[in-house]
T-cell receptor
Framework: GDSVTQMEGPVTLSEEAFLTINCTYT??????LFWYVQYPGEGLQLLLK?????DKGSNKGFEATYRKETTSFHLEKGSVQVSDSAVYFC????????????FGTGTQLKVEL | NAGVTQTPKFQVLKTGQSMTLQCAQD?????MSWYRQDPGMGLRLIHY???????DQGEVPNGYNVSRSTTEDFPLRLLSAAPSQTSVYFC???????????????FGAGSRLTVL
């Protein structure tokens, strides 16, 4: 079946540091890939997405590139802020699969001054 | 816009009690679903619906029932609560896909359930 593997957290960084959160996937079809973010006490919200190989999703300074050859969708940000502290989830969904997303376990990010 | 509204936000139950988690969306989304979030396990799909009157099981459906009588509402029922159902529950909705790729989900704020 489909699966998503994320690096375990928590990840603790100083403000303005570079962030990478690794995500790899296994899928039987040709998936779309997502990063969702969950701020404390809130539901998940979409951070970025990519629907085909070599697509780059970007939002709020975060980027991720759909790499079909390595089945990866790593999340990066050049300079993190304290306000980026949250839990980040990588997810995949199959076209026409509706809302049946497969999520990774989540990576908690803590950014300190 | 309210988006996806879940109630209650917090609930404590005793083993064997029943309850319903409510979910309502005002975006006229066709798809709705329920996930549970547990530490170290990410989100797992419990049940989903592709439209009013149509529901199906997800990855972890045991112990839960759903129905979808209207487009707006998708309640999740626990018939006889067990400690293993202690979790945070999220309702999500989305449009039927009109563009390439899987749908983007809109999530509610979550309902934290503790079963003693």
């Amino acid at each position: 079946g489909d699966s998503v593997t994320q690096m375990e957290g928590p990840v603790t960084l100083s403000e303005e540091a570079f962030l990478t959160i690794n995500c790899t996937y296994t899928a039987t079809g040709y998936p779309s890939l997502f990063w969702y973010v969950q701020y404390p006490g809130e539901g998940l919200q979409l951070l970025l997405k990519a629907t085909k190989a070599d697509d780059k999703g970007s939002n709020k300074g975060f980027e991720a590139t759909y790499r079909k050859e390595t089945t990866s969708f790593h999340l990066e940000k050049g300079s993190v802020q304290v306000s980026d502290s949250a839990v980040y989830f990588c997810a995949l969904g199959i076209t026409g699969g509706g809302n049946k997303l497969t999520f990774g376990t989540g990576t908690q990010l803590k950014v300190e001054l | 816009n309210a988006g996806v509204t879940q109630t209650p936000k917090f609930q404590v139950l005793k083993t064997g009690q029943s309850m319903t988690l409510q979910c309502a969306q005002d975006m006229n989304h066709e798809y709705m679903s329920w996930y549970r979030q547990d530490p170290g396990m990410g989100l797992r799909l419990i049940h989903y619906s592709v439209g009013a009157g149509i529901t199906d099981q997800g990855e972890v459906p045991n112990g839960y029932n759903v129905s979808r009588s209207t487009t707006e509402d998708f309640p999740l029922r626990l018939l006889s609560a067990a400690p293993s159902q202690t979790s945070v529950y999220f309702c999500a909705s989305s449009y039927r896909g009109r563009n390439s790729g899987a749908n983007v989900l809109t999530f509610g704020a979550g309902s934290r359930l503790t079963v003693l």
